[in-house]
């Protein structure tokens, strides 16, 4: 009954031919460029699924640039998310897919704050459309919440000379791009702030956050950044070096075949091959116009966009498929596990060990450097670290990377995410809390939380640890020094 009355009402107003936001209060329903969007209601919030951003990204339009939609006025109704994009994990995963999905509170006016979130995965893997990225949590609390596909894998960095008309190999970060030009055309339609965006993400995607911070085109597309565990140092591969990886990719799909038609499973299992003998073959690369520096030497540069940023990242940053890269660093760093007992005495194992120097030398020690840089530019930055374990699982910890996401958002229930204890929701409630006060203000302080000083010429951060969540000196100082120290040689 209520789609049907929400219908009725939509055809109501399109009758009119007004192209404007909805009175609040009636019905899910937004007029955009590329059409009109009836969304469904659950609770408090209204959510509208699988909204194209851009063209189908197949046949011709494989490996170009996001197309724009053509302007429309028919009515399509907003209740599925789409298609995850192409992956081989996901058995729905479809080249078709960029698609976002827009999350508002239902009855409340506007305009509100925006968030959008850009999944993590490695550039090769995951979805805007995974259940533990709901936004109804955060909406409810009076933001607008978008979170997007984009593509992933080969059909998302593959630089090959064969695809030189369309662009560099980047096609993933100008989908972000694109998706974010949608936003700020058509989330006004939805009761959102186009000049008050925040970005946020994990990995991958807070790795694509900082490269929109450092690239113009998508300058005064957001107004406000928060980097989540973040391996900051990482080097972004030549476009010769990009480039050899698309040629070992074309050779491994066998037979010649015009890129642009071979089919998508032979695509996934040449990608696949690729990705056994090297891990890091899709992901951003310098093209010489998206991306012409590499993160750090932007973010020591100054080069970045100077906006309010929140940057952080976990006590533990490993995962349940990380056991080979750990090794590599190891190995890379010339550090006998004996040595490094001597950074980390609290460690009962070679493992933990291993683990902590893993965690310390790819992501603690480079988001505290990336921090101390965009707080030397002037602009307001928060440094936090994630040390809080769940109650339930502090017998068997999980994996430790991306464990933040889940409080963030307040999903539970779902896969990848447990059922919280009432400690557990007090802590989840005041995280949020600060995600949601730094998007409406760029200050993520307030009036009921632990005080949470900048970073400013100090390193101080937030710890949100087992027993309290605090604001202070890094108790990790010491150690972070001398990593930072053989980072530089």
Known sequence: ?????????????????????????????????????????????????????????????????????????????????????????????????????????????GPLPVMVFIHGGGFVKGTANDPLFDGARLAQAGLIVVTVNYRLGALGWLTHPALSDGGSGNFGLMDQIAALRWVHENIAAFGGDANNVTLFGNDAGATSIALLMLCAQSRNLFQKAILQSMPGRTRLPSSQGAETAGRQFVAALGQQADLRTVEPARLLAG?????????????????????????????AAGHESRIPLIIGSNDDETRYDSELEVKEMLSASGESIDELRKLYPDAARSSDVAASFYTDKVFSEPVRMLARLHAATGA?????RFAYVPEGRRGNPD????????????????????????????????????????????????????HWDAAADRDHLLLIANDRTASGDDPWGERLDRLAGESKK
């Open 1 to 109: 009954m209520r789609s049907l009355l929400a219908f009725i009402a939509a055809f109501a107003l399109l009758c009119t031919g007004r192209a404007v936001a909805q009175p609040v209060g009636q019905f899910p329903f937004a007029l955009t460029r590329e059409g009109q969007m009836l969304g469904a209601v659950e609770g408090e919030v209204a959510s509208f699924k699988g909204l194209a951003y851009a063209a189908p990204p197949v046949g011709s339009l494989r490996w170009r640039p996001p197309q724009a939609l053509p302007e429309s006025s028919e009515m399509s109704m907003a209740y599925e998310y789409g298609a995850p994009c192409l992956q081989p994990s996901l058995p729905a995963a479809r080249e078709n897919c960029l698609t976002l999905n827009v999350f508002r509170p239902f009855g409340v006016d």
């Open 271 to 299: 990608e696949k091959r690729l990705l056994e003998k090297s891990p890091r073959s899709f992901m951003p690369a310098m093209d010489g116009d998206l991306v012409t520096e590499d993160i750090a030497a932007g973010f």
């Open 380 to 384: 307001p930055t928060f440094r936090y």
């Open 399 to 450: 994996e430790g990377h991306g464990r933040e996401l889940q409080f963030i958002f307040g999903v539970e229930g779902v896969p990848g995410a447990g059922i919280f204890s009432r400690r557990d929701r007090e802590v989840a409630n005041r995280m949020r809390a600060y995600w949601i006060n730094f998007a409406r203000s760029g200050d993520p302080n307030g009036a009921e939380l632990p």
